[in-house]
């Protein structure tokens, strides 16, 4: 079945610097990546949207000079947190795609941020 | 806009009893619906999902649940749950031709020994 792996699994970072978080589709090519945010029992929140070798679309609210989201090929994304604040700590997760998917979307582990 | 409800936050359950989640959503438009199972830090696993046929729909780990148009609703049951079935359940709504899924905000499932 479809993987998609998600890296890492836990960082810490100091507030001011900026965190890199990656996305792979394993076994199929990802033409639609979804990045979410999700708070401590809260819902997903979705925050952007990102199709491959195109700029990603932001959901309101979400600040995008912020949450920078690259989606450079069809099996890689990558979101990065900039200039990390405590207030950016949360769990996220992305989400993706194929074309020949029947309407699947696989999930990545999750990456839990936290920012000290 | 789509939306969804889960009114139940929180289901203890004794192992072995039946469970029901229930799932209500809106939309203005036609859907697919989802039901995905979230563990302690991990990701989100695909239990089930309607896309169209039959209303009743089976998943893994012998969960199913059943479209109900009128009552616009996509209730998750379980005939006999486990202790493995401790975890996070979420539905979710994408209407037709837009790839966003909209999720519920979650019903932790318990079940007690």
């Known amino acids: 079945g479809a993987v998609v792996s998600q890296h890492p699994s836990r960082v810490i970072c100091k507030s001011g610097t900026s965190v890199k978080i990656e996305c792979r589709s394993l076994d199929f090519q990802a033409t639609t990546m979804f990045w979410y945010r999700q708070f401590p029992k809260k819902s997903l929140m979705l925050m952007a949207t990102s199709n491959e070798g195109s700029k990603a679309t932001y959901e309101q609210g979400v600040e995008k000079d912020k949450f920078l989201i690259n989606h450079a090929s069809l099996t890689l994304s990558t979101l990065t947190v900039t200039s990390a604040h405590p207030e950016d700590s949360s769990f996220y997760i992305c989400s993706a795609r194929g074309q020949a998917t029947n309407y699947g979307y696989t999930f990545g582990s999750g990456t839990r941020l936290t920012v000290v | 806009a789509q939306s969804v409800t889960q009114l139940d936050s929180q289901v203890p359950v004794f192992e072995e009893a039946p469970v029901e989640l229930r799932c209500n959503y809106s939309?203005?438009?036609?859907?697919?619906l989802f039901w995905y199972v979230q563990y302690p830090n991990q990701g989100l696993q695909l239990l089930l999902k309607?896309?169209?046929?039959?209303?009743l729909v089976k998943g893994i780990n012998g969960f199913e649940a059943e479209f109900n148009k009128s009552q616009t609703s996509f209730h998750l049951r379980k005939p006999s749950v486990h202790i493995s079935d401790t975890a996070e359940y979420f539905c979710a709504v994408s209407d037709f031709g837009n790839e966003k899924l909209t999720f519920g905000t979650g019903t932790r499932l318990t079940i007690i020994p």
């Open positions: 309607y896309l169209s046929g039959s209303t």
């Open positions: 939309s203005s438009v036609s859907v697919y």
